[in-house]
């Protein structure tokens, strides 16, 4: 069992045991800024930063709590200061003539909380005149205090037997993935009638090697039967490597170091495949970690695709045929930080929806600009903060939606997807039906004109169709 | 007095600008240069050189991001505005800088000046006071973040009284000699303190974006610094 201790958060107990964390955590320190490029980001936020305040406005946590230590760049100082005092010649001139500030187990134990009340959305960048990115800040505070075990249990857990037991974050055997697959072919065949949509498994040489969250494979059986359809209609050449079959990488969240390796692993079984592309499934965070391909595996690393990216290309092209009946409760979206808030993957999923929606609204603000749904940064993992998460850090989301007045609440993403359904549940919406974007797309694609996946002459010219549309 | 006013236009102006312009120049020098080398580390080195672009301009030229914090953006807009005019095109100052260096550019009408410096004293210290007013700037400020505003203003000051002697209670000399001490204060406070934002700001959002791109195998790397290569996660 975690302790939570100085947390809100649960630890493993060796978080609590340890000796001169101080100093091991300057070490740590040291080490990332000479192999990482971290350095230049401090040097810079560090003789800029101006504590003009404009971020505080920007988060979602700071709007609900108003608290002093939910001010983005209070948060981000903390860092700062450390930086500042024992790796800039001032700060350590400063040091010797004066004596001062000097690193203490309180203050990590201060910073390890502060960290984990930010769900490194990046929203506040964009308010910032200096262009501070907090969670840039945040992402790196988390790393250095991993390497002295402050890391929340619930990711460090999974993160283990992802790397070190069963092969993925929700700990789903060979067997137990094939069962399930099995099941939803026969869910395909039960509701549809279509005994030839398949979950292809080990195919060497496909184009898309598919890679959702693993978890979608206990939680969301519609998002799945979504993505497997969508393939089917299109002819895509695609399949499920048993070697590695989830995307989920909480390196992202909480250290570098794992998040290398579970990207490499991703890319490892593309290779063992031969595969060509990494198709992620409906999840914000798995798509950015997977656009580090290139940063941990060069330029050569595959190609990653979304599934977004596949099902809007496809459906422009006049690929996926849908029935003439269009979804008609009201729908909205919500934009994963992840894939938004750089602006990567922001029209896709709403050309889709007025594709197949007739009351789609938008919230405001939306976009890049989209408020985080509270539960970030791998925040919506840790259980045990369910009630700050809903009712602190998703009040904002809450009340966006509530102003939407949808019945379904669309996210593309599998950790939204679980924070938004809390949300809803916390905040008495229960009117609201949170889903994928590909659970939606299920109910109105028309099987009866689809194409088969088997006729393979129809397999190329879609083949030959979705590389002519990557070019636009 | 004429002495040391002749040395504070002299041999101390000198020393300030000149550290100033090292100052300023080794920042963005360095600064270029880190980012140079990251950029040569980084396993992904395509860039959104556009969407950095535009972050850019939009904070070189915040016109569109009035409308948050509506007052205390008019405020900073206006006094970076005054600050930025009136000492680069003062008659006066221009008239310097044709007899050191004889070079010279066209001035702003002395009135022009007058206004604008009274613009950037009053600016200053609302920004001060609007500081001090709201609890998030309050929290979060350091004591250089109310002095700099108010050392800043204080060449504005003196400048305004050496420019109306009449209407000021102090000697000339006395007067121009605080106006160049304190402006000399502030040239070599710039590259020093958070005021070197005028040359790094062009930069920042590129830092921002390129703090993303990780060299390949830092993770890697960083485990056998630690000694982690091999214990169990
Ligand atoms: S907006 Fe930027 S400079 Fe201003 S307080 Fe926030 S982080 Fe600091
Ligand atoms: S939660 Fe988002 S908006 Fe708030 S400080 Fe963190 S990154 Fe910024």
């Known amino acids: 069992m975690g302790k939570k201790g100085k947390y809100s958060f649960y630890v493993e107990d060796k978080a609590l045991e340890v000796t001169e964390r101080p100093r091991r955590f ?102 910032c005149p200096m262009g501070i990115d907090h969670g840039l800040v945040t992402h790196l505070a988390r790393w250095l205090l991993s390497e002295i075990d402050v890391v929340p249990k619930a990711l460090l857990v999974a993160t283990r037997v992802q790397l070190e037991g069963v092969g993925n974050t929700s700990a789903i055997p060979v067997p137990a993935l094939k069962d399930t697959c099995e099941f939803l072919e026969e869910e395909f065949q039960d509701i549809y009638n279509r005994d030839d949509i398949k979950f292809p498994m080990d195919v060497e040489g496909a184009e898309y090697v598919f890679f959702p969250a693993v978890s979608d494979y206990l939680l969301e059986p519609d998002t799945l039967m979504g993505n497997a359809a969508v393939m089917h209609v299109t002819g895509g050449s695609w399949t499920i490597g048993t070697g ?14 794992m998040m290398e390796r579970i990207v490499k692993n991703v ?199 979705t590389e002519e549309g990557e070019g636009t | 007095m004429e002495f040391w006013l002749a040395w504070a236009r002299g041999p101390a102006f000198l020393f300030a600008f000149s550290f100033m312009l090292l100052g300023l120049t080794r920042l963005v020098a360095l600064t270029a240069w880190e980012t140079a080398r990251a950029m040569r580390r980084a396993g ?27 007052l205390l953006s008019l405020t900073s807009l206006t006094f970076h505005i005054a600050i930025l005019i009136v000492p680069v095109f003062l008659a006066g100052h221009i008239a310097l800088w044709a007899r050191g260096l004889g070079i010279s550019w066209p001035a702003i009408p002395n009135p022009l000046a007058d206004v604008l410096t009274i613009v950037a004293i009053i600016m200053a210290v609302a920004l001060v006071i609007q500081r001090a007013a709201a609890r998030p700037t309050r929290a979060l400020s350091r004591f250089q973040d109310y002095a700099i505003p108010l050392v800043v203003a204080v060449p504005f000051v003196s400048g305004f009284l050496a420019m109306h002697p009449l209407a000021s209670p102090f000697s000339y000399e006395a007067t121009l000699f605080v106006h160049v001490m304190s402006a000399n204060l502030v040239f070599v406070l710039i590259p020093i303190t958070k005021l070197s934002h005028m ?24 485990a056998v610094a630690l000694g982690k290569e091999n214990e169990p996660i």
Request: aromatic share 8%; glycine share 8%; net charge neutral.
């Open chain 2, 199 to 222: 040359v790094l700001i062009p930069g920042v959002q590129l830092v921002s974006e390129v703090a993303w791109h990780w060299p390949p195998d830092a993770g890697s790397k960083v």
């Open chain 1, 244 to 257: 590695n079959y989830d995307g989920i990488n909480y390196g992202l969240f909480y250290s570098d170091r």
């Open chain 1, 267 to 465: 890319v490892a079984e593309v290779r063992r495949l031969g595969g060509k592309k990494i198709l992620v499934g409906e999840c914000g965070h798995a798509t950015r970690s997977a656009w580090f391909a290139s940063t941990f595996c060069g330029p050569d690393a595959p190609e990653v695709v979304n599934c977004l990216q596949y099902a809007w290309d496809q459906l422009r092209a006049g690929n996926i045929p849908l029935k003439e009946e269009r979804i008609e409760e009201r729908v909205t979206y919500h934009d994963p930080c992840n894939i938004a808030r750089a602006g990567r993957i922001t029209e896709e999923p709403r050309e889709i929806l007025n594709a197949i929606c007739t009351d789609f609204v938008e919230m405001t603000p939306n976009r890049t600009e989209n408020y985080c749904c509270g539960g970030g940064g791998g925040t919506v993992s840790i259980d045990e903060i369910r009630a700050f998460r809903t009712g602190l850090m998703g009040k904002r989301k809450a009340e966006q939606i509530r102003a939407t007045g949808a019945k379904y609440l669309v996210s593309p993403c599998a950790n939204c997807k679980k924070q938004l359904k809390e949300v809803c549940e916390d905040n008495g919406l229960d009117e609201v039906e949170v889903v994928g974007l590909h659970d939606l797309l299920l109910k109105v694609i028309d099987f009866d004109i689809g194409r088969s996946a088997t006729d393979s002459k129809d397999a190329q010219a879609h083949a030959a169709k």
């Open chain 1, 26 to 127: 300057l070490e740590a320190f040291a080490a990332v800024l000479e192999h990482s490029n971290y350095g230049l980001p401090l040097e810079v936020y560090t003789r800029l930063s101006t504590k003009c305040s404009r971020c505080a406005a920007s988060c979602q946590l700071y709007q609900t709590t108003g608290e002093d230590r939910d001010i983005p760049c209070h948060r981000s100082e903390l860092l700062l200061k450390i930086f500042r005092r024992y790796f800039t010649k001032s700060g350590l001139l400063k040091a010797r003539v004066f004596g001062g500030f000097t690193l203490t187990d309180e203050y990590l134990d201060e910073l390890g909380e502060a960290v984990y009340r930010c769900t490194a959305c990046r929203r506040c960048k964009s308010t």
């Open chain 2, 44 to 70: 992904n080195k395509t860039l959104p050189y556009r969407q950095v672009l535009t972050a850019t301009l939009k904070w070189l030229l915040p016109f569109g991001k009035l409308k948050d914090r509506l």
